[in-house]
């Protein structure tokens, strides 16, 4: 992965890589032709573990973005499946149970952000 931060060395950007692409720190080392203690000493640098927690951070926005482009499609499978007559009655009901699950947390997620807002501009007020 492309753009660490330009902080650090090239060999350190490519441990970072190389640490979201491979298993354990093993495998990661040895792609990077570095010893596995100098990736663990490299790993308790806080510089590292900063950058190291960012390109973590940008994968998995990059994997939320892609489920929620998909997310349209996949709530229309849902309730295809449970209008559809045709399919068993536990399926039909597994698929109405996810709709009103993931219903009922989109409208429990939307609480807690408006009290977060409301909450964040009281101790913004406070300044």
Excluded at 100 to 120: G, M
């Amino acid at each position: 992965m492309k753009g660490h931060g330009a902080k650090f060395p090239r060999k350190r950007q490519e441990a970072i890589a190389a640490l979201l692409e491979f298993p354990t720190v093993r495998e990661a080392a040895e792609a990077v032709k570095i010893g596995e203690a100098t990736l663990f000493r490299w790993m308790q640098d806080l510089d590292f573990q900063t950058g190291y927690r960012e390109a973590r951070r940008r994968v998995v926005d990059e994997a939320v973005t892609r489920l929620q482009r998909s997310a349209r499609e996949a709530s229309e499978t849902l309730r295809t499946v449970m209008l559809d007559t045709q399919t068993p009655a536990s399926v039909r009901v597994s698929a109405a149970r996810a709709i009103l699950d993931y219903a009922t947390k989109a409208v429990e997620f939307e609480e807690v952000e408006r009290r977060l807002e409301v909450l964040e501009d009281t101790l913004e007020s406070m300044k």
